[in-house]
């Protein structure tokens, strides 16, 4: 297994916005493919904030997690966030998420951020085991989110 940051000018960035768009365009106005794109061409590849990390098994991509700013149309007020925590199906269950959401708080210690949030509709459980705590119930775009908070 390696980790390493994602190049967004890369073939590999558009498959996977493909992937974040179909996964949770349906939390975010206007977003779709292309703006996940251009998203990942604005992150950095060399430590700094934002970023997008990708987990590979030979070679092979797994799944990915980012760390950004303004990831919650309806909480402006917190950042940073860890953001997409995305494991292909198939790889799901096998302990890659948990690698992936310890990556990204590495990440987070590295750039000395103090902590981090994160808003999930179903996943809560994976981001408590990983000592994120409860924060506050939210709505975004329509759709009902619970944040959570890790101290770094």
């Not at 390493?4 to 000018?9: I, N, P, S």
């Not at 980012?66 to 925590?85: H, Q």
């Not at 994160?118 to 809560?124: C, G, K, S, Y």
Request: hydrophobic residues 45%; contains cysteine.
């Amino acid at each position: 297994m390696s980790l390493e940051f994602l190049d967004g000018g890369s073939a590999e960035a558009a498959g996977l916005a493909r992937l974040h768009a179909e996964e949770w365009r349906h939390l975010y106005r206007e977003w779709n493919e292309h703006t996940a794109l251009e998203e990942f061409r604005r992150q950095k590849t060399d430590g700094a904030l934002p970023a997008t990390l990708i987990l590979r098994r030979d070679g092979r991509l797994i799944g990915s997690v980012s760390v950004v700013r303004d990831d919650c149309e309806s909480r402006t007020d917190l950042n940073p966030w860890l953001a997409s925590l995305y494991v292909i199906p198939g790889e799901r269950a096998c302990g890659n998420g948990s690698i992936l959401v310890a990556a990204a708080l590495e990440l987070a210690r590295r750039n000395n951020v103090g902590h981090l949030h994160v808003f999930t509709e179903a996943a809560e459980k994976i981001f408590l085991r990983h000592g994120f705590v409860p924060l506050a119930d939210a709505v975004t775009n329509g759709r009902a989110i619970k944040i959570l908070r890790r101290e770094i």
